[in-house]
């Protein structure tokens, strides 16, 4: 099961829909999880997006390199959850044709690999 933590603030916006950000902490594919990016996620709502600070799943942190089935699997996370805020997007107050995503280090990695 994994999660993630919406943050919508301020949403004055046209048609009363905010634009989104999809947040993907790093941490080497291995450790971490949603709560890295929290200030991050805040900040932006405060700025009128609506954010979602995900999780992924992660490798055995004793694994020196990340294998490539934990970034397929990060990759494939973070496809998942733009897909459920697409679907979902008018029940969170979100324009559906305006939602990107930020990640960084492993995150960034996994949002720049996707296909969609």
């Given at each position: 099961l994994?999660?993630?933590?919406?943050?919508?603030l301020n949403t004055s916006s046209r048609h009363g829909l905010a634009p989104a950000i999809v947040l993907m902490h790093g941490g080497s594919f291995a450790i971490?999880?949603?709560?890295?990016?929290?200030?991050?996620?805040?900040h932006l709502a405060r700025h009128g997006f609506v954010t979602f600070t995900i999780d992924y799943r992660k490798e055995s942190p004793a694994m020196l390199l990340p294998g490539?089935?934990?970034?397929?699997?990060?990759i494939d996370d973070a496809k998942a959850a733009v897909r459920f805020v697409v679907r979902h997007a008018e029940e969170f107050g979100?324009?559906?044709g305006r939602i990107a995503t930020w990640g960084v280090s492993a995150g960034a990695m996994a949002f720049g690999s996707m296909e969609f």
């Open positions: 994994l999660m993630l933590t919406m943050c919508k971490g999880d949603r709560t890295w990016l929290g200030g991050e996620a805040k490539v089935g934990a970034v397929k699997a990060a979100v324009d559906a």
